[in-house]
């Protein structure tokens, strides 16, 4: 014991304080974030039944090869080896189980090594390449996700 044991007592109130000062940092950012993508997930629900035009899927396609195909794969099907962690999107994998709010969630923050898009794509963006990711679900799969995700009609 090279500390006084009030050293000590400073020292796990201390570490105490932080832990409670982290907690509060991570709680402020994750309402903050859940009101952001709440807010942003309004516009996302039109797009959920109807088809993108040509110029939409264009779009899409151009912001998914860009920014997300060297994870995924070109159309969704994952990159890679299997087990390597890069994650199919299309009707092979269970995305089409989460709702639009998660993986819009996913998509604007990221997750585990995937790195989120942030403030640098727009809603109706994001809205977009999400509805390209349904467009790789079976019908039976997409109905189940709008059902799930509250935008069946
Ligand atoms: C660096 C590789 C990487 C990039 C780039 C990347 N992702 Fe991901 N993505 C992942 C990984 C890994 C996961 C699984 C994350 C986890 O839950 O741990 C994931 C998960 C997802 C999910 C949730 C899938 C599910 O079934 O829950 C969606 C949706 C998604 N990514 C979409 C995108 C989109 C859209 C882009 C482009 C803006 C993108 N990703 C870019 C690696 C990546």
Do not use: Y
Not at 71 to 98: F, R
């Amino acid at each position: 014991m090279d500390q006084p044991p009030s050293h000590a007592l400073h020292d796990v109130a201390r570490r105490l304080r932080l832990g409670a000062l982290l907690a509060a940092a991570a709680f402020a950012l994750l309402a903050l974030g859940w009101q952001a993508v709440r807010a942003d997930g309004a516009p996302a629900s039109p797009a959920a039944s109807a088809p993108l035009d040509e110029a939409q899927l264009q779009r899409a396609q151009t912001l998914f090869r860009d920014t997300c195909a060297s994870c995924h794969g070109p159309t969704g099907g994952g990159a890679g080896m299997p087990g390597l962690g890069l994650p199919p999107l299309d009707a092979s994998s269970p995305t089409w189980q989460k709702s639009d709010v998660e993986l819009i969630l996913t998509i604007r923050n990221g997750a585990g090594v995937m790195p989120g898009v942030g403030r640098s794509w727009t809603d109706d963006e994001i809205a977009l390449v999400l509805a390209l990711i349904r467009s790789w679900w079976t019908p039976e799969q997409q109905a189940q996700h709008a059902t799930l995700s509250g935008t069946a009609p």
